[in-house]
């Protein structure tokens, strides 16, 4: 699946939180560039990539290997959710019913 999401942190920031975020997962890193990771476990592989847009936002797109919704594509919108809580610390994540 492919996901995307727009945010207010530098392509660096967003990096490392996926380094930190997706490593405490038990996912291992692989190929990576200045704008890009990759990602790799018993989950699935994934791909992230990160650039700018506008120059006010970053455009960060993850792609999975999975089909439908699974437990890492969950984890990849937990993720986005990681990121928007980074930017404005004040952002309380709330259920959606």
Not at 12 to 36: I, K, N, P, W
Not at 62 to 71: K, M, P, Y
Request: net charge positive; charged share 25%.
């Amino acid at each position: 699946m492919r996901h995307f999401h727009r945010c207010s942190l530098t392509p660096t920031q967003v990096l490392e939180q996926a380094d930190r975020y997706f490593g405490a997962l038990g996912l291992t890193r692989g190929g990576a560039d200045a704008r890009s990771r990759t990602f790799a476990g018993a989950l699935g592989t994934m791909s992230l990539s990160v650039k700018m847009e506008g120059g006010h936002y970053t455009f960060v797109e993850v792609h999975t290997d999975q089909v439908g919704e699974s437990r890492l594509d969950k984890n990849v919108k937990k993720y986005f959710n990681v990121l928007h809580r980074a930017a404005d610390p004040r952002h309380l994540i709330e259920a959606g019913y």
